[in-house]
C-alpha cells in the first residue's frame, strides 16, 4: 500500500519524533519539522486545556512561515498525542481543538475509539495507533485507524516487551498499510534497520530529551547522556502501566531498581488530570537506544547527525549488494 502524502512528501528522513509526556513543546515540535521529520507533543503538556489552541496557532504559525521563507525545502507535518483512555477527562475539548487546526496527523493511546478516529477523518487527518503486539493492531485497525506504531521492546517510555522482528513480522502478515517501528532507535543506522524489516518510518523519542529545545531538566538530560541501556528499568510501578525508566532516576527517588513492587494496573497515572508528581518529575523514562547519545545538541544538529548516518548506511548497503554480485 502507498503512504499517503502526508506521510511519504516533506519528510527528510523516515522518522517521526515520538510526543513526550510533559518534554515536547511548541519549540521542540517546530525544530523537529524545519530540519524535515515529524514532529509530535502530547496534547496533554498544554496546561491548562485553554493552552492546547495557543500552541497549535503558534506551531501551525511557524511552520507557514518557514515554509513561505524556504519554498524548495518545506517544513515536515507535525502530530498532535491523544491519550484516549476513560481517565482522560479533555478528550473531547482537545479533539475538538485539534479540528479547528485541521491537525494533520493525529497519535493514539491507551484505547482504540473509533468515534475518535471518525472525528479525525472528518476534517481531512489521518490517525496512526501505538501497539504493542499483534492482537492490539488488529484491534486498531479494524476500530478505524489508518496506520500503526508498532511499540517494541526496548522503547521509552510505556514499552511493549516484543523483539521488533516478531512483531513487524506479524503486522506485516495481514496490514499492508502505514507501519513505524519503535524501540530503541537513536541512530540513522537504525532507521535504516527499521525500513529493511518492514516498517516504513522509525519512531524515535529519547534520543530528543537531550536536545536544547527540549523541556527536560538539565540533569534529565546529562543522565540520558551518561547512560547505556543497562541503565534502563522495565516497570510498572509508577503509572500503573508497563515503561522503561532510568535506574539512576528511580535510585535518586530514594527507591531500590531491584526491589520495585507491582503497580496496579487499575489506578492508572497517566498524566490525564491525576498526576502524581513523583512518577513524571522525579522517576525519568527512557529507551534503550541511549547508547548512541553522547551529547545535549540542538534538535536540527540531531537530525543533522541522522541523516548523514542513514545516508552512508544506505550507501555502505548498496555497496555490499553490487559486490555480491
Given amino acids: 500500500m502507498r503512504l499517503p502524502p502526508i506521510l511519504s512528501e516533506r519528510l527528510r528522513l523516515p522518522v517521526i519524533a515520538s510526543p513526550l509526556f510533559i518534554i515536547s513543546n511548541p519549540e521542540l515540535v517546530i525544530a523537529q519539522c524545519k530540519a524535515g521529520i ?40 507535525f502530530a ?66 489508518d496506520g500503526l506504531i508498532a511499540v517494541a521492546a526496548g522503547a521509552g517510555g510505556h514499552a511493549g516487551t516484543q523483539s521488533p522482528f516478531a512483531l513487524v513480522q506479524e503486522i506485516r502478515q495481514w496490514f499492508d498499510g502505514p507501519l513505524v517501528l519503535s524501540g530503541a532507535i537513536a541512530s540513522g543506522r537504525s532507521v535504516l534497520a527499521a525500513r529493511a524489516m518492514g516498517a516504513d518510518l522509525a519512531y524515535m523519542g529519547s534520543a530528543f530529551i537531550a536536545t536544547e529545545e527540549a523541556n527536560a531538566a538539565a540533569a534529565y538530560k546529562k543522565m540520558i547522556v551518561d547512560s547505556t541501556a543497562r541503565d534502563v528499568v522495565h516497570t510498572n ?10 535506574r539512576p532516576s528511580i535510585v535518586a527517588a530514594g527507591l531500590d531498581p531491584d526491589q520495585l513492587a507491582a503497580g496496579d494496573p487499575g489506578a492508572m497515572n497517566l498524566g490525564t488530570g491525576r498526576i502524581k508528581p513523583k512518577a513524571w518529575k522525579d522517576v525519568w523514562g527512557c529507551g534503550q537506544g541511549i547508547g548512541a547519545i553522547d551529547r545535549v545538541l540542538p534538535a536540527a544538529a540531531l537530525i543533522d547527525r541522522l541523516a548523514a548516518e542513514y545516508d552512508a548506511a544506505l550507501g555502505e548497503g548498496l555497496g555490499r549488494r553490487r559486490t555480491a554480485a
Fill in 237 to 246: 510501578l509508577f503509572t500503573g502501566v508497563h515503561g522503561n525508566y532510568l
Fill in 80 to 145: 498532535v498525542n491523544q491519550i484516549v483512555h476513560r481517565t482522560n477527562d479533555r478528550l473531547q475539548q482537545d479533539l475538538e481543538v485539534c479540528a479547528r487546526f485541521k491537525v494533520p496527523i493525529v497519535i493514539t493511546s491507551l484505547g482504540a475509539r473509533p468515534e475518535v478516529n471518525e472525528a479525525v477523518h472528518a476534517y481531512g487527518g489521518i490517525v496512526l495507533h501505538d501497539v504493542i503486539d499483534n492482537a492490539f493492531a488488529r484491534k486498531a485497525i479494524e476500530k478505524g485507524a
Fill in 38 to 77: 515529524v514532529g509530535s507533543f502530547p496534547a496533554l503538556n498544554a496546561r491548562p486545556q485553554e493552552e492546547l489552541a495557543r500552541w497549535l496557532q503558534r506551531i501551525t504559525d511557524a511552520l507557514a512561515a518557514h515554509d513561505r521563507a524556504h519554498p524548495d525545502r518545506p517544513a515536515a507535518p
